[in-house]
């Protein structure tokens, strides 16, 4: 009798399994409709504007107009989508499957006013503000790294001041740009003030590069960043980082921003500020996957600029990169499925 108990629970399970990865959103496979055609969102998902249900959502912020040298980016989000086209939902070496237990679709573009900076900031944290109502992560494509700025503004409302895990080639803490005090290099200076990031959790990768001072990096250091410069992980695995960065982040909720420009030129040269000596791509993915675990609260990939990738492998690095961070997201469907 116990047996029997014990194999009709077991189907149950099964079956509430299956009719729960039924519910959820999968991207349109090659076999059914030719990878060179079909929708235009990330990895060919659905696109919706109904919030509800939904665990994950892929948006663009489609802007150039905070950039200090070559534009383009507001190109980002059309690219990145196009470059995703390749993507298949079972990640071969973490066995990460998560389209299986989270409800992912593209809800499209935020329309930023491409002649008002300040504007556009106001529109992009109004949009989040909409968007964090429902129990959702948000990982958007960009558009140049001012966009991070109002995202923060809004997760803060409604987490508090969050753990900030900063990939990028600059730190972008500039005090202002040609007397602005909002641009693609003033980000986390202007984080750091309005005490939207906890600036003992937050971890900066990858920067390097000319400056403007011996300093130029340690004012991040005096605020209490961990600052982690490119020289310093040469010809190295970045999981043992990662896995440091875990340890210290594993109580707090974290956003996770990726400047492609913290890649090596070789390895990403459609980006407005390249600076060599940076990431290589497996380095990029041994960081991503070895943070797995944390409460991931908001990501977002920036810098692609199209009209100087002309091979695409940029935009398709930064589509891969956002996929691995999707794999590491908390498994919001399993808890849901585990709670039924």
């Known amino acids: 009798m116990l047996i029997v108990i014990t194999h009709t629970r077991k189907i149950l399970e099964i079956c509430k399994t299956m009719k729960n990865h039924q519910l959820k959103n999968q991207p349109l496979g090659g076999n059914v409709h030719p990878r060179f055609s079909g929708p235009g969102t990330f990895m060919r998902l659905p696109s919706t504007d109904v919030l509800k249900g939904l665990d994950v959502a892929f948006l663009g912020i489609p802007m150039d107009i905070g950039t200090s040298w070559r534009s383009g980016t507001r190109f980002g989000p059309k690219q990145i989508r196009a470059e995703s086209n390749m993507l298949r939902p079972y990640n071969m070496w973490t066995k990460a499957a998560p389209f299986d237990y989270l409800n992912c679709a593209d809800i499209g573009d935020i329309a930023i006013n491409t002649f008002d900076l300040k504007d556009s900031v106001v529109r992009i944290a109004s949009f989040y503000e909409d968007l964090l109502k ?40 500039n005090d202002e740009m040609f007397g602005e005090k909002i641009a693609h290099g003033t980000p ?7 005490g939207l990031i906890d600036p003992n959790l937050v971890y900066q990768i990858g920067v390097r590069g000319t400056g ?15 600052v982690i410069q490119a020289e310093e992980i040469w010809h190295k695995s970045l999981s043992p980082l ?31 500020t390249p600076e060599i000596g940076g990431l290589t791509t497996p380095q990029a993915i041994e960081l991503i996957r070895s943070l797995s675990g944390l409460n991931i609260v908001g ?22 990169i956002l996929y691995e961070m999707l794999c590491i997201l908390p498994n919001v469907g399993s808890k849901q499925l585990n709670t039924q």
């Not at 403007?212 to 961990?226: C, H, I, M, P, Q």
């Not at 009209?307 to 589509?319: E, F, H, I, K, R």
């Open 212 to 226: 403007y001072s011996a300093r130029d990096f340690d004012e991040a250091r005096d605020w209490g960043f961990n």
């Open 299 to 320: 990501c977002d990939l920036v810098e692609v600029s199209p009209p100087y990738d002309p091979s695409g492998n940029t935009a398709l690095t930064a589509a891969n």
């Open 134 to 173: 429902y129990p959702l992560v948000p990982m958007a494509m960009g558009g140049d790294h001012t966009l991070t700025l109002p995202i923060l503004r809004s997760i803060k409302r409604k987490y508090g001041p969050v753990a900030l895990i900063h990939v990028d080639a600059h730190a972008d803490i």
């Open 188 to 194: 986390f200076r202007r984080a750091y003030e309005e």
């Open 242 to 272: 990662g896995e440091r960065i875990k340890n210290d982040l594993k109580q707090s909720p974290v956003y996770i921003s990726f400047d492609i420009d913290s890649l090596d030129p070789a390895y990403a040269p459609g980006t407005g």
